[in-house]
């Protein structure tokens, strides 16, 4: 991911998050070489949308959870989309995928983690 260079090196953190970027890399190059046209465009849309909203979110240009519920939201239906092109590649039958929960479901001030957690889980 370009975006990942534009980070200056944090230690452990920056470690971890270009390692799991170089595996969403080699996942996203695997899908290119072996699925299906429409897996290859779904795919390639939920790469995009997870590059514009980790450069959204390190350029510091989401300032509040309610931004932040706005901002993941195309990612959200990148990878629902993916799920299902994947899945009739695979001929699954539909299966509903819902990354996010609503927005005004979950708390926009504090982060009490805790809070939602239940929210998203009825615990």
């Not at 998050?17 to 299906?36: E, F, K, M």
């Not at 509040?64 to 899945?87: L, M």
């Not at 509903?96 to 001030?109: I, K, Y």
């Amino acid at each position: 991911m370009s975006a990942v260079t534009r980070l200056a090196p944090a230690g452990r953190s920056f470690d971890l998050l270009a390692a799991q970027a170089a595996y969403c890399d080699g996942a996203v190059a695997a899908v290119w070489l072996h699925g299906s046209t429409d897996v290859v465009v779904a795919v390639t849309d939920l790469d995009e949308a997870l590059g514009g909203l980790f450069s959204a979110a390190t350029d510091r240009q989401i300032q509040d959870r309610t931004e932040w519920n706005q901002a993941r939201q195309p990612a959200g239906a990148a990878f629902e989309q993916f799920v299902n092109a994947a899945r009739r590649e695979l001929d699954l039958p539909p299966a509903p995928v819902r990354v996010f929960h609503s927005a005004q479901t979950l708390p926009t001030t504090g982060r009490d983690s805790a809070a939602i957690t239940e929210q998203r889980w009825g615990s």
